[in-house]
């Protein structure tokens, strides 16, 4: 059977929106060994003067991410940024009860600000709205951006940044409505608390925006009442709501993963749909977007059954190793599709950040003293971060259809295009039937293409699903797809494709001029 998707690139109302180019932000976290011998690793063979690893950094231009969130995440709710400033050398070394780790500081603001310049990625910077609060907000943020006079700007330029950072990006903590989380609130605590925080912050500096904490997850029993509770204090003083999001595949069941995109398309619109009926309720005109500012694939069974125990036993030490997920060739085509979610979903979703960078749940790995590679999740997010720009399109997707458990009925095909304002184009491809090829024929009417590059991501010959990308080899990667036809007559453009089982594929449209009359 056929699976026929169909768009119009002539029509505007067919567009669902710009592809923000925030859509592609990563998450640096002090957790594990996200910066410890991830980022930063003093004494390693490639490392620079700064202690930062050159192979990682590489590795990081490659991906694409274009924000980084830091420094958290749970981390956040019990740091005090001022640890992280002045001479390493006099830093204070503290406990972490987060991540049950003991911070060295070493790496801290100053050093981050070097390294996502280096990595050319703008600043996320989350405050501590856990054990602490307004002032501590609003006087790190004198610190990065106020320009000169002031005890905490003339520190900065003590501390060799003569130039303020001008972060834009401000998270008003994190998670707080998980009872995990340090300082853990109910709505109206940290729905109060983060108008406070936001109130001074934007007297401080009017330019800011500003994300204000959602829901952990689509389970958690607040979810819902919580943004529009916190909404109630804060829509008129923010102009995003977080939303976070981990996919797992439970007791052997690989169609209700494979799905996971869908059901995060259910997140983003009910999410949406919550802060429409907040702000007609308040009668605000205006627009507060969606950051999935943490966003993934995450076996949080390692995490449950593993990783804590091995905390506990262990005590108190320096970056453990946590959460260290190794990616499959399943979990690379579930966070392609997850992507092509992100780009559904443009005109609601302003920013996103998949959560983490490296080592920790995270698209690249790196060994203390050794190597770092690509994992294969590695793959979808720098093809989609290179290749996805200009206008999303709107999509009809008809044909042969998955059961599954968890989300009911999906489509076996998952579809995503995006076309830039140059002509150039892109289809993404999400192929959920794991026993078989799946034919696709795309129409996209109004505009003649041709199909520059067709590359797909399946398993390797000889291989499983479960094959995964380690230091020694790496199997898992995007190949040349043959036998994809593109025809073009005076009403658009018909593509033909054979999908492999299991697989994530991208296709490169470049603009075709209509033939001489």
Known sequence: MTVHIEGDVGDPAQVIGRVPRRLFGSFVE???RSVYTGLYEPGHATSDDRGFRGDVLELVRELGPTVLRYPGGNFVSGYRWEDGVGPAATRPVRLDPAWHSVESNRFGLHEFVAWAEAAGAEVMYAVNLGTRGVQEAADV????????????????????ADRPFGFKLWCLGNEMDGPWQIGHKTADEYGRLAAETARLMRMIDPGVELV??????ADMPTFGSWERTVLRHTAELVDHISLHAYYQELHGDTDSYLASAAALDDYIATTAGVIDETLDELGLDKKIGISVDEWNVWDLRRWNEVDQAELAAGGWREHPRIIEDTYTVTDAVVVGSLLSSLLRNVDRVTMANQAQLVNVIAPIRSEPGGPAWRQTTFHPFRQVAALAGGASLRLAVEGERLRTAQHGEVGLVDAAATVEDSGRGAVFLTNRATASPTEVRIRLRGARFGVYAAETLTTPDGETRHTVNTAD????????????VATSDPGGTTITVTLPPLSWTVLQLTPQAAPDA
Not at 212 to 217: D, F, I, L, M
Not at 473 to 484: D, I, K, M, N, S
């Open 473 to 484: 080899a790496q199997p898992v990667r995007p190949v040349p797809l043959p036998g994809t």
């Open 30 to 32: 002090h957790m594990g």
């Open 141 to 160: 943020l004198e610190y990065c951006n106020h320009a000169d006079g002031t005890e905490l700007s003339e520190r900065r330029r003590a501390n060799g």
């Open 212 to 217: 204000v904490a959602g829901s952990s997850h």
